[in-house]
């Protein structure tokens, strides 16, 4: 069995930061990507960020600029660093991650969520 657990949301002013953690626990073998996803209210859920274990990583137009991803394998974290936060940004943040397990099954797993309010 495979956990995600989430940290780091909260509440911030417009143009305020927050980093957001991950970290992966269990019958882990490897972990291929790891990313960030939200979902607004009344809005379906959407890519924010994905980092390969090698480091190279992907962005939504919407965060490119403000939001940084990165990971650290030794730790089996994620992170997400959240810059220049807009009104538009308030979401649940779920933490998502392709991890094989100690028995060499594939599978996607996500975290519970961390909500993020960005308001004045």
């Known amino acids: 069995q495979v956990q995600l657990v989430e940290s780091g949301g909260g509440s911030v002013q417009p143009g305020g930061s927050l980093r957001l953690s991950c970290a992966a626990s269990?019958?882990?073998?490897?972990?291929?990507?790891m990313g960030w996803y939200r979902q607004a209210p009344g809005k379906q859920r959407e890519l924010v960020a994905t980092?390969?274990?090698?480091?190279?990583?992907n962005y939504a137009d919407s965060v490119k600029g403000r939001f940084t991803i990165s990971r650290d394998n030794a730790k089996n974290t994620v992170y997400l660093q959240m810059n220049s936060l807009k009104p538009e940004d308030t979401a649940v943040y779920y933490c998502?991650?392709?991890?094989?397990?100690?028995?060499?099954?594939?599978?996607?797993?996500w975290g519970k969520g961390t909500l993020v309010t960005v308001s004045s």
């Open positions: 998502n991650a392709y991890v094989v397990d100690t028995h060499i099954r594939g599978m996607n797993y």
């Open positions: 269990g019958s882990i073998f490897r972990i291929n990507d």
């Open positions: 980092v390969t274990p090698g480091g190279t990583t």
